[in-house]
């Protein structure tokens, strides 16, 4: 069975930093662009990076820009989100998020993973 499995999450005190991975099993995650994506409390789930297949291709929300580094690893099938400089209203479920530039292809999604932002 095809999964995206999220992990790094945890508790950081503003100014700090953290490393989110997104593991993909049953599927070659080259194959796939991936986006990550945070939801706070009460809050729309909202697009914070994506890469592309080749990793060549990067773009990020204006909110993170500079402080967050999105990269992939595709030998070990898994997608990196470094987050530095952390800031309280950085405070979300941390999802990632799969697809491919195929309609009608399935697309993925992992469980999410908590960051609290916090002092």
């Known amino acids: 069975q095809a999964q995206l499995v999220e992990s790094g999450g945890g508790v950081v005190q503003p100014g700090g930093s953290l490393t989110l991975s997104c593991a993909a099993s049953?599927?070659?995650?080259?194959?796939?662009?991936v986006m990550w994506y945070r939801q706070a409390p009460g809050q729309e789930r909202d697009l914070v990076a994506t890469?592309?297949?080749?990793?060549?291709?990067?773009n990020y929300a204006d909110s993170v820009k500079g402080r967050f580094t999105t990269s992939r690893d595709n030998a070990k099938n898994t997608v990196f989100l470094q987050m530095n400089s952390l800031k309280p209203e950085a405070t979300a479920v941390y999802y990632c998020?799969?697809?491919?530039?195929?309609?009608?292809?399935?697309?993925?999604w992992g469980q999410g993973t908590q960051v609290t932002v916090s002092s």
């Open positions: 998020h799969a697809e491919r530039p195929v309609p009608g292809t399935p697309t993925y």
């Open positions: 049953g599927l070659t995650l080259r194959d796939y662009a």
């Open positions: 890469i592309s297949r080749a990793g060549n291709i990067i």
